[in-house]
């Protein structure tokens, strides 16, 4: 186990904690107190002075939980944040795969909106109308132009029976929309026999219920006579390295996956597989929405030889973040490290290209399988056959 500026790497024992909207790969660490402030000597200046000669009592729960936002904003690291305990505790529910809340995942697009990117059936979004591809503009009225995806989360989840009001923007129209919250299970994993005993399997994320959902419907395919696999993680967005590594156990030789590559030079093995191994003839599908650990699954599954991939070019996040618990209940989440899996070169910034390119109809649901409208599913079982 190696030190790394003060923060103690740990073993992660359970899979719980990135954030899904994020679409990062995530560790756990312990933080050990640096006691030199030398260099933010300013900072403690400036509180000496509010504390001291403030006309009014100042909320020092507030400016302090802005000012540590403003500290780690500073690292101009989009993936970068102070969580305030809400904040926090909403992350890590968010991971582990149940929480109180719409059924609807949101991300940053490239225009620094909050979009949706994919909705949950039977979930109050679904049942709403929401649909993929709609802007949030507003949560209960306030605008979310500067908001980060944090805040923005914590906004749109609560307490369940609760309401929270939407305000989406489609085709250049907004609408406010009234949901009333819902515990909400996560499905991350579908699936469904095609023709031809080809078993299509969607991965949506990598959360905690991940593993064990992918092991039932890979052991559900098998007795069902599945003799060649599609894995679909088109905009998968990415979540737990944990979750990540645990699903691609079973379906690779033994050895070492993938590493973690530091500031400093040193590197460390971040993914590893057993003995262990299936051997079925596979294609995945990818997009560019697939990012962080969905790319480093597809990436790992092809260095292997294990499948091709089919669709556009991925996102291409290959940086790994560590989320800490902070002594208020908060949270820290920094990148630390590129990495990359055991053949390829970091992808960050890049992406994977897919051994096929092949552009998607606009306006196609990838939501379910469909053969003949989904031209990037029909190529793979072209492949497959």
Do not use: W
């Not at 795969?97 to 909705?119: D, L, P």
């Not at 109308?129 to 503009?137: E, R």
């Not at 009333?180 to 994320?205: G, H, Q, W």
Request: net charge negative.
């Amino acid at each position: 186990m190696k030190t790394r500026n003060k923060i103690m790497l740990t073993a992660v024992l359970s899979a719980a904690a990135a954030a899904l909207v994020t679409g990062s790969i995530f560790i756990y660490t312990s933080y050990k107190y640096r006691t030199d402030h030398e260099e933010i000597s300013e900072y403690f200046e400036v509180v000496d002075y509010i504390d001291k000669y403030y006309y009014k009592e100042p909320d020092k729960e507030s400016y302090m939980d802005n000012a540590l936002k403003g500290l780690v904003a500073g690292l101009e690291d989009e993936y970068a944040a102070y969580m305030t305990p809400e904040e926090y505790n909403s992350t890590m529910e968010n991971l582990q795969g149940s929480f109180a809340g719409i059924g609807a995942t949101i991300t940053h697009n490239q225009e620094k909106q909050f979009v949706v990117t994919e909705i949950i059936e039977n979930s109050p979004a679904s049942a709403a109308g929401i649909a993929i591809g709609d802007i949030i503009t507003k949560v209960n009225g306030v605008p979310t132009n500067n908001m980060d995806i944090n805040e923005l989360v914590s906004l749109v989840k609560g307490e369940e029976g609760t309401e929270v009001t939407i305000t989406i923007k489609r085709e250049n129209a907004e609408k406010d929309i009234t949901l009333i919250r819902e515990v909400i299970e996560s499905d991350t994993v579908d699936y469904t026999m095609l023709d031809d005993n080809i078993a299509y399997i969607k991965i949506a994320s990598f959360k905690d219920v991940t593993p064990q959902q992918f092991n039932e419907a890979i052991e559900a395919a098998i007795d069902d006579g599945a003799e060649k696999i599609v894995y679909d993680l088109r905009n998968n967005l990415g979540g737990l390295l944990t979750s990540c590594e645990a699903v691609l156990d079973p379906l690779l030789p033994e050895g070492e996956v993938a590493y973690a590559e530091y500031r400093d030079g040193s590197s460390d093995v971040i993914c590893m597989s057993d003995e262990n191994e299936l051997d079925i003839p596979s294609v995945i599908l990818v997009n560019e929405n697939t990012a962080s650990a969905s790319e480093l699954f597809s990436s790992a599954m092809r260095d292997f030889g294990k499948a091709e991939l089919v669709g556009t070019t991925t996102y291409g996040k290959g940086i790994m973040q560590t989320t800490i618990k902070l002594s208020n209940n908060g949270g820290l989440r920094m990148t630390i490290a590129e990495y990359r899996t055991a053949n390829s070169d970091c992808f960050h910034g890049e992406g994977l290209t897919p051994d096929y390119e092949v552009q998607l109809p606009e306006n196609t649901d990838i939501s379910t399988p469909d053969v003949e409208k989904d031209t990037q599913l029909k190529k793979a079982i072209e492949i497959l056959k």
